[in-house]
T-cell receptor, first 113, second 113 residues
């Protein structure tokens, strides 16, 4: 089975500062990796995904993430955050054999002016 | 396209009552999922389906039932509501196995009193 650990439950940051949201996973098989964002009172929407190839993937709204197989990590980064990035962010993995998604516990990003 | 539609958006149930959370998608996705989201716990998979007539248990299936008579619909049934089922429920769908994103509904906020 897979598991996902998001090390920070809350990350406060000032506007225009860089941010990194951490995600580690454990799996005995190859996985696909995803980051989703959830704005208040809404469902989740996809930010970016890693399937194969280049370990640096770029997503919407200026976010990017880097897959590190040796460290089993998939950290999300943005060089300069905006107030509108305030939301909860979820890391997820999908087993390549079975189409089930496993989610981390989420990181609340609070961007302050 | 409407995407994934969940009804109702909010519901208050008394202990022991039953109800069905409705979920429908118009993207012709084979895979559908039900998750519950509790504060600080991320999303936990309740049940999933890989196609019409096929369902399987996820991580937290106790107290719930599902059916998948059509590709479009995947209702979740609570037979005897308990306070532990107070949560936000999300339905999601995806096109194929593993490497595609999941599309989420807006969620149903359920309170059991």
């Amino acid at each position: 089975a897979q598991s996902v650990t998001q090390l920070d439950s809350q990350v406060p940051v000032f506007e225009e500062a860089p941010v990194e949201l951490r995600c580690n996973y454990s799996s005995s098989v190859s996985v696909y990796l995803f980051w989703y964002v959830q704005y208040p009172n809404q469902g989740l929407q996809l930010l970016l995904k890693y399937l194969s190839g280049s370990t640096l993937v770029k997503g919407i709204n200026g976010f990017e993430a880097e897959f590190n197989k040796s460290q089993t990590s998939f950290h999300l980064r943005k060089p300069s955050v905006h107030i509108s990035d305030t939301a909860e962010y979820f890391c997820a993995v999908s087993d390549r054999n079975f189409n089930k998604f496993y989610f981390g516990s989420g990181t609340k990003l609070n961007v302050k002016p | 396209n409407a995407g994934v539609t969940q009804t109702p958006k909010f519901r208050i149930l008394k202990i022991g009552q039953s109800m069905t959370l409705q979920c429908t998608q118009d993207m012709n996705h084979n895979y559908m999922y039900w998750y519950r989201q509790d504060p600080g716990m991320g999303l936990k998979l309740i049940y999933y389906s890989v196609g019409a007539g096929i369902t399987d248990k996820g991580e937290v299936p106790n107290g719930y039932n599902v059916s998948r008579s059509t590709t479009e619909d995947f209702p979740l049934r609570l037979e005897l509501a308990a306070p532990s089922q107070t949560s936000v429920y999300f339905c999601a769908s995806s096109y194929q196995q593993g490497d595609t994103e999941a599309f989420f509904g807006q969620g149903t906020r359920l309170t059991v009193v």
